[in-house]
């Protein structure tokens, strides 16, 4: 879909009070201000009085015949979309650190902060692999090279992981059924009861011991040792009603607005569902004084973080939520942000849409000692966030790359001539201090990729590097020594784009995208290797392509795999001809040269399962793991030394 996003059902549209005009208009509803770019600022509510008066007055004028959404299926026009319309937004986003000291010498999962784990499909400690596919949780021991266990999650979609000692921290999201309905059978919800269930495994035992079901949808996590913090945003749970037979859209609408202010608080705040050694509980998740909200807001969507110590039970997650929506996290071994850039704010639905400002919040929270995270800071910046990797924060400045100019607001479709004219892109790096309770601006440096926008960016101690593309690929290096005073100072254009940047040492980079002609048709995957020494003139000394073809690591850096001790890099490809061909691609970085060392393909009969995802190494062996099974192959040479398939 070429510059649009799907949003599936009013479940995703509720969680940003998205609406769609109906013909009934109520003019008499005072718009609420437009944010312009000036400081964010959250205040906690003081009672739960208080907290549902606000809520109630914030939503109130986005209240519509249908709810607050109009539909089932609406489109984000504009929205950053890959080369094959993959939207960039939303995938948790990838990452690359070194490993802390090992007993044993393995990769681990491609993270962007050291000592900051990500949750993934794998997870390995050198002397195990853990994996999640089609439902089941999978141990591999690696020194006889069998499954050792295997831990089946039912019907529940299992997408990530975190893993600390014997304890494994599985998320799963989806259809999960939430207490009982509100809405009365003859008044179906366009929004399915969706929501996340977090699922504590004992890996000795192979065992399921505690689960907890939210109503709020995953948005990423973070783990630091044993301490996992995770971030769900959920949406209120109103008893809208709708025109029908026997009620027109004004009688629809009067229905809905009465609603709205008879609502209890509660249908505001996250619920759940907790089952510890088959012990249940369930309720509210999230009391009103661990609720903080923005001076301005529409009441539509909350984010909730979550902390877990895997080594004990799961608990209720000692949740703290604001009053707000959430797109992107990044976190340090300090502080854990949470970005919301806006896209799906609301629109009055009774007047012309508002061309608002373009912009980023950001939210700051503590988590540098034992408990749940703490609100320290909030702040705004122009533009909005490719991913995880467009925030960096190093000695004690949060680097930021956003792209203005490139979106439509979501989703009010408006006619060609009325829609104001869209201002050319650029793209920008501000720096952010924290100044009391603010995030405040120390300076900013544009101009990067005029009429383009961002497909990568790395930051690397006090070096940034941008990737911008259209029709060319202009690589940009920064100087980030003095945050008042940021600058460009190289540029490299190419053709094609990387979409992941990943340090090599030694004054290189590797890039991981697409190639591209010169009219910015892309034509397969291409692996750069660039010369960043001299930040003033950065060239490519290398390049691999492999024509029709993509690869997970474009969008999931999860997928990268990169060795320094031997230049080991391998990534997943699949590849275009007369059928679609799935295998892993692994080059060597050899000084200046990238040398093709081959190709890792499952058997014949596994390849139906859409090839390896990732690949580890263990000692002098490659891993590569799929949802149809394990294949070990060797470092050198790689040849085939065993083949461990799933059962079903």
Request: aromatic share 6%; charged share 20%.
């Amino acid at each position: 879909m070429n510059g649009k996003k799907l949003l599936a059902g009013t479940a995703v549209l509720a969680v940003a009070g998205v609406c769609v005009s109906s013909a009934v208009r109520d003019d008499s509803l005072a718009p609420p201000p437009v944010v312009d770019q000036g400081p964010v600022r959250l205040v906690a509510f003081d009672s739960c009085d208080n907290a549902v008066t606000e809520l109630r007055r914030a939503m109130a004028p986005y209240v519509t015949a249908y709810g607050l959404g109009g539909g089932p299926t609406m489109y984000a026009e504009g929205m950053a979309t890959d080369s094959g319309g993959v939207v960039q937004k939303s995938v948790p986003d990838a990452r690359a650190a070194t490993p802390p000291e090992q007993q044993q010498e393995h990769s681990t999962t491609n993270v962007h902060e050291k000592g900051v784990d990500e949750p993934d499909v794998v997870k390995t400690d050198g002397k195990r692999v853990v994996s999640i596919a089609d439902g089941k949780l999978r141990l591999v021991d690696v020194a006889s090279r069998t499954v050792t266990g295997t831990v089946d999650l039912g019907e529940r979609r299992a997408s990530q992981l975190l893993v600390s000692g014997d304890r494994a921290l599985v998320v799963t999201e989806g259809p999960v059924p939430m207490l009982k309905p509100t809405l009365p059978p003859d008044r179906p919800s366009f929004a399915p009861e969706s929501g996340t269930e977090l699922v504590l495994v004992d890996l000795k035992a192979l065992k399921e011991i505690s689960s907890l079901k939210t109503d709020g949808f995953y948005l990423d996590a973070r783990q630091i040792g044993g301490t996992a913090r995770v971030v769900v945003r959920s949406q209120p749970r109103l008893p809208w009603v709708y025109p029908d037979q026997t009620t027109n859209e004004a009688g629809s609408l009067r229905r809905n607005k009465e609603i709205l202010q008879n609502e209890p608080v509660t249908s505001w705040l996250p619920r759940y569902e907790l089952n510890e050694n088959g012990a249940k509980s369930s309720g509210t998740l999230v009391d009103c004084a661990n609720v903080s909200h923005p001076v301005v807001h529409s009441g539509a969507s909350m984010l909730t973080v979550l902390t877990f110590e895997l080594s004990g039970q799961l608990g209720t997650g000692r949740p703290v939520s604001i009053v707000a929506d959430g797109d992107t996290v990044y976190g340090t071994d300090r502080s854990l942000y949470i970005a919301d850039d806006h896209r799906l704010l609301p629109q009055i639905p009774s007047r012309t849409p508002v061309q608002r400002p373009i912009s980023t919040a950001i939210h700051q929270f503590d988590i540098g000692q034992a408990g749940p995270p703490k609100h320290v800071a909030s702040g705004e910046v122009n533009g909005t966030l490719l991913n995880q990797y467009s925030l960096s924060e190093h000695d004690g400045v949060l680097r930021v790359a956003t792209t203005t100019g490139t979106e439509t607001r979501c989703c009010w479709r408006m006619p060609a001539d009325v829609q104001p004219p869209q201002p050319p892109s650029e793209s920008f790096v501000t720096t952010l201090r924290r100044d009391g309770g603010q995030l405040a601006k120390v300076g900013q440096v544009g101009g990067l990729g005029k009429g383009e926008r961002i497909y990568s960016v790395r930051f690397i101690g006090r070096t940034g590097y941008v990737v911008t593309f259209r029709q060319t690929d202009p690589l940009y290096t920064l100087d980030l020594s003095d945050p008042a005073k940021p600058r460009v100072t190289g540029e490299l254009k190419i053709t094609g784009f990387s979409a992941y940047l990943h340090p090599a040492g030694d004054g290189k980079l590797i890039g991981v995208g697409q190639e591209a002609t010169e009219q910015g048709r892309t034509t397969g995957t291409q692996v750069s290797l660039f010369d960043v020494a001299n930040p003033a003139s950065p060239r490519r000394l290398a390049q691999y392509h492999l024509p029709n073809s993509s690869s997970e690591a474009q969008f999931d850096p999860h997928a990268f795999l990169f060795w320094p001790q031997d230049g080991t890099l391998v990534i997943p490809v699949s590849s275009y001809k007369a059928n679609h061909e799935f295998s892993s691609l692994v080059l060597r970085v050899d000084g200046n040269q990238l040398r093709d060392s081959g190709t890792i393909v499952e058997p014949a009969s596994a390849n139906d399962y859409g090839g390896p995802r990732r690949t580890i190494v263990i000692g002098d062996q490659l891993w590569s793991i799929s949802a149809a099974g394990v294949q070990v192959n060797a470092r050198n040479g790689l040849a085939q030394q065993a083949w461990l398939p799933f059962t079903p």
